[in-house]
């Protein structure tokens, strides 16, 4: 039952951090709700701003973004560009209206299986509040 | 003034045919007119006709397109797609009066250094009595 | 700047004392466009190449033009002259100012002003060449041969080399339809003797390999590498691997059902010939009746009007028959009804000549009719000269010509090759290209291709392989032509105008991207699709739509 | 900084200053809007000092917006001989966005602008342009918001060229009495050089240039409230684009897109079959061609920085959709978060090209 | 011994081309040797080729110039086999290279020479329709691109005068006068013989009047009238420059006597009324034959083609030529297929000789060491028309027999096959 | 040729959706593709619908096209067929559209079913946006009269708004001398078949319609011939043509919105034409004084014409998407009929005719060019 009430989330996650975060956290059997489905990339930085605005617009309750923490980018700087990528989405769904709290940046590093948990945990909890997004029984998109 | 005419022709030749046939005139001492200048493209039907308006707007007095004869094409089939898209281009240039008379298709095979001489020089003769290409020396459009 | 060198070749008098190469010199150096002029007397001469050599690497030029004769005279030459001096030799181009400015251009001004045009436009143009790579692919030197008649039997034996496997593909038995022969014209040998030593000939050679009551299901691949899976006699499906094919299906003798005036399925003793073969190879000619026939008549050329073409071997093959015919059933009366003679071979005017002699007569109708009266076979004829007459007779032997095997188009499709009007495979030139195919690799020997005696058949399964040893030769690798097309998959959208118009079947459509793709291995390179594609997503190389547009600009400045 | 007045109307002052240019060999071409066939208008690039009588650089009309023009003529290789260039501040802000991107090349250029009245909806051509003119060259000298003009224009407050060599004063200066012209770079002096014996000193601020920087700011305020896109949310973003047709007229138009293939018209974006048959099944309905909203919101993530507001967009759009007007409001956030003026600097670098380490830190958990 | 890999081709028309082609794609060093000072044979005489009508230098130059670039082919001119021992895999042969008097590598090709040579002489290559200097090129276009000098024509050879103007002439120090022949040996794996054939000479048969009456052409004459680099660049005329206003084409010519169909004709005569009907408006064209020989795919669809165009196409025997009253007219005698006797008034005849080998072919039969048949053809095995009764010898094309361009092609390929298995590793 | 003749149900476009409907509930179709208004009501946008509910807000045939239908089925089925089963609900020149994209790979019509209407024509979007009540009303009149100052150009000059030459499966004809009924029409065996699951039985004369449409016919050829004879004159010679031209931007949108102009990139848009050294602009700018900027419009136009005037349907979309009103409709409208004469083709006519770019004949057009003993 909690399938269909859960919340769908896209989690974009960065092969050297947050997707080995996010291993971590089944390695540790940590217990989270099964709302986000991983998208595993090189960096966080691959993730193009269109592929936020196209995961909201196709119905995704919400979007993680997510990658070493600053400093740490086995890229050198990738996640700062992701950063900015991120601010620039954040500005135009605040100024359109659109809702925020559907788009999230977080760094998790390869150690923190807790934190990831608590990302999406906290994450799945907020978007529950803010129920399903609307956009995906619009048809004229 | 038209005695000082002197047109600016491009010849598409391809390299089977035509081209041969251009050398062959050469080499026979054959005159062809020096308004002529040519590419060689492999085929003639690696000539676009948007290539051909294009020089026509920037003031080409004339095109000549020249590959083989239909059934010759070192390629098959290619001259005869050059034929369609020339009969179209032609067909455009000719009902917006866009001076039809200035483009020209040609078969000349790799023997015919005569007649490549002689569709030269009637083709540059020809253009001679048309005149300058208008639009040559008309700012704004090309 | 990329740094361009242009040199003037003088040829001798030639270019100087018709071109002011000078002014050209002057004007270039103007234009201040490139690195470097030179001139020199003879650039195709050892000097002159030791000169552009040596001058090229000194002043370190990346692009060269150079002005002199026909690219159909020293393109090469100049070509080579580039490798020897580190540069790519696409970097390069020759302007043709001698053939076809110098030698066609009486008044020097004007020539000198053309001159100057073109070289300006290959300036112009040098600038947008692309290095390009001669490219070589790997390839198998095996043959896959369909069709085991005596055509394929021959391929298969002339291709079986030390390095090359051959495997060939036979629906049924090996031998074909020469199995049903009795003799062989023009010598008159007996073809089951001819046919096995040649089919022993297969089985001692190591390199064949022999699929009998076999079919191929599917060819895939290009020239250099194609795979053929064959379903064998026990119908489990083998792969094989090749570079080559070469069709040797046949052809089928045609039927003249539907030829109401031969009486052909409406009275008993009327054969065609491939009938009439099946008798003979079983020594026995009789009658329905079961008597020998007293009076045979051959009626030539049946069904030529409908099929549209001479089978060419019907002639020869229907003296063939009356002779045995003669020979076996003492004082048989044999005519020969014919229109026209088609003897082409010089051995074959004798052959006639003898036939003749055998007794045999020959008549010439112009119209014919088999009918018959109160249980005997007439045939009503008329002559050239329009007199009528009528003969009766025991037996008729329709000489039909031959049509295309019913697979031809199977094949012609799943290799993309085009059959011509009459259905039989098409070649790819008449003249220069009797047994090859748009799609390279691709080859049709003996009555696959159209009707051809046994000799004839067997010298095209020879020449099938005389291409096949001279372009797939084991351990070397397949050099590619150069100038090929390509297309830019981010421009591409899928339309299929390249796929359609193009004549080689070098471009399809990459169905799981949804746009078109060129081999490269069967791209010749004219650049037909370049000019077909709206968008100019399909690109030919050294003939890209800004190269010519450059050199364009130039003349029409 | 340098000034002279030339006792002519705008246009003339122009030509005359390119007659100069060109006379003297210090330029070999000019690129102006001109005068071209049947009475219409159009960026021009000229050699022939014949044809300098065409030139009307002051007629109120963007047909394309000259920084892509001269972008499409630099992308490649530079000039290589002076070229003067006249267009607007604006067109200018764009040229210098564009060369960040390297897309244009400055060398050998000498601008020419001014202070900008704005310009007429390209539509207007057909609505009788010409009659409007006189009514707007008032407007210009007072520098009172025409209703007529592009919204883009009632709402802008950069209209002052200031990357421009040479700068003619327009907006809010009487020039009945003739056009003053300002030298505002050592490069403009130099190619000035001789054209006068003596020059003025003059400024480019003025108390009349804030005033109307003032009232286009505050048309601007609220011409933005008005749109009251913070409301939009998803059904209001379907309501001012559901008209759009996909035609991508904005982006073609537009100054900052420069792609060679947008994202939108290349195979990435395309969607199989089968995917529409997923969203059919999810939505019971879809629109086709799809990606209307999905489309605009993507530029805005490509154009949010360079976005200059010339409006281009919203004039060539078939569908009456006031692009330009959203995207201006929506870059003016984003440019105000990232404290960038696009087209004012030309070392300051894009700000999708650098980063810092600490920043932004309301985006990140 | 090992064998050796290395191939020589006797002739450079068609098939010698297309051997040689093959041969030295394989990799194999390829002698190329031609006893003329141009190579291409006489397929470059045509104009164009039936049934497709395709130009025929077109379909020939790109073959030629791959000969002539090719590193792997030596092209011999003006040269000829005169001596050959050993056994295949191992042939030693002995070629003698006529002096050309022009040096093939400083002769650029431009023709300055021919202008101020004071020799006027026929030019075989055109028939005997046309003049050429004693310095020549066969035809404007033929390759290599270099003249060569007849010294049996030429003031310095058969006059002993010290005239020097193509030496003046040329700029480029190519004019050689002591040239020599030159004898060279090589050594080969295998040999394919590709010498071609000749049309007879038809005066031997007085009742066509060939050498008679002006107006009456062999085929090759009317070829090279019709060919556009021709004597009279593809204008069809008789002798006296008049337009032909009727042509009759006669078949067979010879054929009963000689014993053998020479296949081509048929096809090649439907082609010359093509030509005529295609260029000269208004004209009539008859053809005589005796029997219509027309095999091949499309043959018999251009025959009745050109025939709808308006040939009258008669069956006669007993054809007889004779002048027509007091000009250059003509008139065919002949017997129609009802025996009755006929005649027509023509302006033009031409004839379609039988195809016979190539002179010399015997001679060099002897040196290969192998059989001529019966017609002086090159005798090959039954049911394998390329392979000569000496190991390591082949044929290819008209040497065998006449035959069709497509047959020539084949033979080739078919012939290049052999050789590049028999010198296989 | 028999058809069944419907009374209206309140109005044509309930009436068409009843069809419809009884077609969706007998599982004849997986979706359908037909024009609804936007949410904003000021405009039109095809949806693709499997569901009756978005029926109710469908309008089959709605007064403007600003989105040829053709573009929308490009954009389902461009990368493949799809798997369901779809009914189109279009103008005869969408479907001629779509059947000529399907020639060139960007629309597969397996599993497709086309429903034509009757066009009275479309009325120009940009009006229709701005008045949509009083458009509607407008086009109520238009229903009446079937030419219209209001409607697009080509749309009163066009001679294909009823079902001959539109290769679809059902035709609804509208133009009845029964102004309270409705044609059904089944032009294929498909939708003969289709008419037979929903029980409707085709026995009715259809005479009278057609002669309705002949008369129509009459009246749109006469506008259609006095257009080109116009259009001859405008456009003859490269200063006329300039002058018809010269208000071009060069923001193709023309090309953008051609139901037919399907490259990903434009030529005109392409590196080859774009990215070019600015020494080849003053090569241009020496040779003739002056050259405009963006160059190369009337070439752009020209090209365009030699790349699909031989597929141009004559919709309209070119001239409703441009927004300086050149009469780029028009004009195509023109050369496209000259061009399709040539070759005896009329694009989307048939769905096995190849276009005629992309075949040849042996023996053909000699007219253009050189004879050859010349």
């Known amino acids: 039952m909690e399938e269909k009430t859960l919340p769908r989330i896209l989690g974009f996650l960065c092969k050297w951090c947050s997707s080995t975060g996010a291993d971590l956290a089944g390695v540790s059997r940590l217990k989270m709700p099964a709302s986000l489905i991983p998208i595993r990339v090189m960096c966080s930085s691959r993730v193009n701003p269109i592929f936020v605005l196209k995961a909201f617009l196709g119905g995704a309750d919400g979007v993680l973004v997510s990658g070493c923490h600053p400093g740490d980018c086995h890229y050198q700087s990738g996640n700062y560009y992701t950063r900015r990528r991120f601010a620039v989405t954040k500005k135009i769904f605040e100024e359109l209206g659109l809702d925020t709290n559907r788009i999230r940046l977080s760094w998790i590093s390869a150690s923190e299986g807790q934190r990831f948990v608590n990302v999406v945990t906290e994450f799945t909890e907020n978007l529950k509040k803010v129920g399903k997004n609307p956009v995906k029984a619009e048809v004229f998109l | ?98 001076d039809p008379e200035r483009f020209r298709l040609s078969w000349i095979s790799a023997s015919e250094g005569k007649r490549f001489s002689e569709v030269t020089k009637e083709f540059a003769e020809h253009i001679e009595k048309l005149g300058p290409n208008p639009l040559k020396n008309k700012p704004f459009i090309e | 700047m990329v740094k361009i060198g242009l040199y003037l070749c003088e040829c001798g008098p030639n270019i100087a004392e018709a071109i002011n190469l000078d002014k050209i010199a002057e004007q270039i150096k103007k234009d201040n466009k490139v690195a470097g002029i030179e001139q020199h007397k003879l650039l195709c001469s050892e000097d002159g190449k030791k000169f552009l050599v040596e001058s090229i690497k000194k002043n370190e030029f990346e692009r060269i033009v150079i002005a002199a004769c026909s690219p159909k005279q020293h393109e090469t030459t100049f070509m080579e002259v580039m490798s020897s001096s580190d540069l790519n030799p696409y970097m390069f ?59 394929g039997i021959e391929a298969a034996l002339r291709t079986a080399q030390k390095n090359r496997k051959v495997y060939l593909i036979e629906e049924q038995k090996l031998g074909g339809r020469l199995r049903e022969y009795g003799l062989l014209f023009p010598t008159m040998q007996p073809a089951q003797e001819f046919l096995n ?23 895939l691949g290009f020239f250099g590498n194609f795979v053929a899976t064959i379903e064998n006699k026990d119908r489990e499906e083998i792969e094989v691997n090749a570079g080559s094919v070469i069709l040797a299906i046949g052809a089928n003798p045609f039927i003249p059902t539907g030829l109401a005036k031969y009486g052909y399925g409406t009275f008993d003793d009327v054969y065609t010939a491939a009938e009439f073969e099946k008798m003979t190879s079983s020594n026995n000619i009789t009658t329905k009746s079961g008597n020998p026939p007293k009076s045979v008549a051959i009626i030539h050329c049946v069904g030529r009007k409908r099929l549209g073409y001479c089978s060419k071997v019907c002639c020869t093959n229907s003296m063939k028959i009356a002779r045995y015919i003669k020979e076996k059933l003492n004082g048989v009366k044999v005519i020969q009804f014919y229109k026209n003679l088609c003897l082409p071979d010089k051995k074959y005017d004798e052959f006639y000549k003898k036939t003749k002699e055998k007794g045999i007569e020959f008549l010439r109708f112009s119209d014919i009719e088999v009918t018959k009266e109160a249980n005997q076979m007439m045939l009503k004829y008329k002559q050239e000269n329009d007199n009528e007459d009528a003969l009766p007779v025991d037996m008729v032997v329709l000489s039909t010509g031959l049509i295309p095997n019913p697979k031809t188009e199977d094949f012609a499709q799943m290799l993309n090759i085009p059959v011509d009007e009459y259905g039989f495979f098409k070649e790819e030139h008449m003249k220069l290209g009797p047994i090859s195919t748009i799609t390279e690799g691709v080859f049709i020997a003996g009555c696959a291709q159209g009707p051809h005696s046994i000799n004839d058949s067997m010298v095209q399964a020879g020449a099938a392989a005389g291409k096949i040893l001279s372009s797939l030769v084991p351990g070397r690798r397949l050099q590619l032509e150069t100038k090929t097309s390509y297309v830019s998959e981010t421009m591409c959208i899928g339309c299929g105008v390249c796929v359609d118009i193009c004549a080689y079947g070098a471009l399809t459509i990459d169905e799981s991207k949804r746009i078109s793709v060129v081999n490269e291995v069967l791209c010749r390179g004219c650049g037909n699709c370049a000019s077909a594609c709206p968008s100019g997503a399909a690109r030919h190389r050294h003939f890209t739509t800004k190269q010519i547009t450059q050199e364009m600009i130039e003349i029409l400045k | 900084m340098k000034s002279f007045k030339i006792p002519k109307s705008p246009d003339d002052t122009v030509k005359d200053i390119l007659l100069f240019l060109l006379k003297n060999e210090k330029v070999g071409s000019i690129f102006a809007l001109s005068k071209v066939h049947n009475n219409n208008h159009a960026y021009t690039l000229i050699t022939d000092k014949e044809l300098l009588s065409n030139i009307t650089p002051t007629y109120p009309l963007m047909l394309a917006n000259a920084g892509k023009m001269i972008s499409r003529l630099t992308m490649i290789e530079a000039v290589k001989s002076p070229v003067a260039v006249v267009l607007r501040p604006c067109e200018l802000r764009a040229l210098f966005e564009l060369v960040k991107l390297e897309q244009a090349k400055l060398d050998n250029l000498l601008f020419v602008s001014f202070t900008c009245g704005g310009v007429f ?245 | 011994m090992a064998k050796n890999r290395d191939i020589l081709v006797i002739g450079a028309g068609l098939a010698g081309i297309e051997a040689s082609l093959l041969s030295a794609q394989a990799g194999r060093k390829v002698y190329l040797i031609e006893q003329a000072s141009y190579f291409g044979g006489a397929a470059i005489k045509s104009e164009e080729v039936c049934p497709n009508m395709e130009c025929a230098t077109c379909m020939l130059a790109p073959k030629q110039s791959d000969i002539l670039e090719n590193k792997n082919i030596e092209l011999m001119t003006l040269s000829k086999v005169t001596n050959i021992s050993g056994e295949s895999g191992n042939f030693t042969v002995k070629i003698i290279k006529r002096a050309r008097y022009v040096s093939l590598v400083d002769c650029i090709g431009c023709g300055a020479c021919f202008e101020p040579c004071p020799v006027s002489m026929d030019n075989e290559f055109e028939e005997n329709m046309s003049k050429q200097k004693a310095i020549y090129l066969a035809c404007a276009g033929a390759l290599p691109n270099v003249p060569a000098i007849d010294m049996e024509y030429c003031l310095r050879g058969k006059k002993q005068e010290e005239c020097t103007a193509c030496k003046e002439a040329c700029m480029f120090d190519a004019i050689i006068y002591d040239d020599k022949d030159e004898e060279i040996e090589i050594r080969v794996g295998a040999i394919i013989t590709a010498t071609g054939f000749k049309l007879n000479d038809s005066k031997q048969f007085k009742q066509y009047g060939y050498g008679e009456f002006e107006n009456v052409f062999n085929a090759f004459e009317f070829e090279r009238l019709r060919a556009s680099n021709g004597p009279t660049s593809g204008i069809i005329q008789s002798r006296d420059g008049k337009e032909p206003k009727s042509i009759g084409l006669i078949h067979c010519v010879g054929r009963d006597n000689r014993g053998y169909c020479s296949q081509v004709c048929c096809m090649y005569l439907t082609k010359f009324a093509h030509y005529a009907l295609d260029i000269l408006p208004g004209v009539k064209v008859y053809q005589f034959y005796k029997e219509l020989s027309i095999p091949e795919k499309g043959n018999q669809k251009f025959y009745h083609e050109v025939k709808e165009k308006g040939v009258k196409s008669i069956r006669a025997k007993e054809i007889e030529i004779i002048k027509n009253g007091n000009g250059a007219g003509l008139k065919i005698n002949y017997q129609n297929e009802k025996a009755e006797k006929e005649s027509v008034d023509v302006d033009m005849v031409v004839l379609a000789p039988y195809v016979e080998p190539f002179p010399g072919t015997d001679e060099l039969g002897k040196l290969l060491g192998i059989e001529l048949g019966n017609f002086g053809f090159f005798k090959t095995a039954e049911f394998d028309s390329v392979s000569t009764i000496r190991p390591g010898i082949f044929v290819a094309g008209c040497a065998q027999g006449p035959k069709f361009m497509q047959h020539v092609t084949t033979q080739a390929q078919a012939a290049a096959a052999r050789a590049l298995n028999i010198t296989e590793d | 040729m028999k058809g069944k003749i419907i009374p209206l149900k309140d109005n044509l476009n309930n009436t068409i959706k009843e069809v419809i409907k009884s077609l969706l509930e007998k599982g004849c179709f997986d979706a359908i593709l037909v024009p609804n208004r936007v949410p904003s009501g000021e405009s039109f946008t095809y949806l693709l619908i499997n569901d009756q509910d978005f029926l109710e807000s469908c309008t089959p045939l709605p007064p403007i096209m600003p989105i040829q239908g053709a573009r929308a089925l490009r954009n389902l089925t461009r990368r493949g067929k799809t798997s369901l089963k779809v009914l189109c609900v279009m103008r005869p020149c969408e479907i001629r559209a779509a059947i000529e994209l399907s020639k060139l790979r960007q629309v597969e019509l397996e599993n497709i079913s086309f429903m034509s209407i009757d066009c009275p024509g479309a009325l120009v979007t940009k009006d229709y946006i701005d008045k949509p009540k009083d458009s509607d009303i407008l086009y109520e009149e238009v229903l009446d009269q079937w030419t219209s100052e209001h409607l697009r150009p080509t749309c009163n000059t066009c001679v294909n708004f009823s079902y001959e030459n539109t290769p679809s499966d059902i035709h609804i004809g509208i133009i009845g001398q029964q102004k309270n009924h409705i044609l059904l029409l089944p032009i294929s065996d498909k939708g003969n078949a289709l008419l037979g699951k929903i029980d409707i039985q085709c026995s009715d004369e259809i005479s009278s319609w057609q ?31 300039d002058n018809l031209f010269s208000d071009c931007i060069n923001c193709h949108n023309c090309m953008r919105v051609c139901p037919i102009c399907y490259c990903r990139q434009c030529f005109f848009e392409s590196s080859d034409e774009v990215r070019i050294e600015a020494e080849n602009y003053f090569i241009k700018a020496q040779n003739k004084g002056g050259i405009k900027f963006p160059a190369n419009t009337i070439l752009f136009h020209l090209g365009r014409i030699s790349h699909m005037a031989l597929s141009c349907v004559n919709c309209g979309a070119c001239e409703d998407g441009c927004p300086m009103d050149v009469p780029v409709a028009q004009i195509f409208s023109y050369i496209g009929d000259t061009v399709q004469k040539m070759f005896d083709y009329i694009p989307g006519k048939d769905r096995n005719e190849p276009i005629p770019i992309l075949t040849y004949k042996e023996d053909e057009l000699h007219e253009y060019e050189d004879s050859k003993g010349q």
Not at chain 2, 50 to 70: E, F, T
Not at chain 4, 255 to 284: G, H
Request: aromatic share 8%.
């Open chain 2, 1 to 98: 003034m038209a005695n000082n005419f002197k047109p600016n022709i491009i010849g598409f030749l391809c390299n089977w045919c035509s081209y041969a046939a251009a050398d062959l005139a050469g080499s026979s001492k054959l005159e062809v007119p020096a308004t002529l200048t040519t590419i060689r493209v492999m085929c003639s039907s690696r000539v676009d006709p948007v290539h051909i308006i294009s020089a026509y707007l920037q003031g080409a007095d004339g095109v000549l397109i020249a590959g083989c004869h239909p059934g010759d094409c070192h390629y098959q089939t290619g001259n005869y797609y050059t034929r369609r898209r020339f009969a179209l281009l032609h067909k455009i240039m000719e009902t917006f009066k866009l």
């Open chain 4, 121 to 365: 909806p390209i539509k207007t051509k057909k609505d009788g342009l010409e009659n409007k003119l006189k009514e707007y060259w008032e407007n210009v000298k007072t520098g009172e918001d025409f209703q007529e003009l592009r919204e883009s224009c009632r709402i802008c407050e950069n209209f002052v060229p200031d990357n421009a060599d040479i700068i003619l004063q327009l907006a809010g200066n009487d020039t009945n009495t003739g056009t003053s012209v300002l030298i505002k770079t050592e490069k403009g002096a130099g190619f000035l050089e001789g054209i006068r014996d003596q020059f003025d000193e003059g400024s480019l601020e003025s108390t009349t240039l804030d005033t109307i920087r003032g009232k286009r700011k505050e048309r601007k305020q609220k011409t933005f409230a008005d749109l009251k896109t913070e409301d939009f949310g998803i059904e209001g973003l379907i309501n001012i684009f559901g008209r759009c047709i996909n035609c991508h007229a904005c982006s073609k138009a537009c100054p900052a897109c420069y792609c060679k293939l947008c994202y939108f018209e290349s195979a990435d974006s395309e969607s199989d079959p089968s995917t529409f048959e997923i969203e059919l099944k999810k939505r019971k309905a879809i629109r086709l061609p799809a990606d209307t909203v999905f489309y605009h919101l993507g530029r805005l993530t490509h154009v949010g920085f360079t976005c200059v507001g010339c409006g281009m967009c919203s004039d060539v759009c078939p569908t009456n959709i006031p692009v330009s007007t959203i995207f201006s409001k929506v870059s003016e956030r984003i440019q105000k978060a990232f404290e960038y003026t696009p087209g004012k600097d030309l070392e300051e670098k894009v700000p999708m090209s650098i980063f810092e380490m600490k920043e932004f830190e309301d985006v990140e958990d």
């Open chain 3, 93 to 151: 181009q020759l302007v043709n100012i001698r053939e076809q400015c110098a030698w066609m251009t009486p008044d020097k001004e004007a020539a000198t002003s053309k001159a100057l045009r073109s070289i300006r436009a290959a300036i112009n143009r040098v600038r947008h060449h692309d290095a390009l790579q001669q490219k070589e692919i790997d390839c198998n030197p095996d043959v896959i041969v369909v069709g085991g008649g005596i055509t």
């Open chain 3, 197 to 219: 030593k040649k089919i022993t000939e297969v089985k001692n050679t190591g390199q064949i390999r022999v699929f009998e009551n076999s079919k191929v299901k599917e060819i």
């Open chain 6, 211 to 241: 002669t309705n449409v002949k008369e129509i016919l009459q009246k749109k050829t006469d506008q259609r011939n006095n257009s080109f004879s116009e259009l001859q004159n405008k456009t003859a010679g490269a200063e006329n043509l």
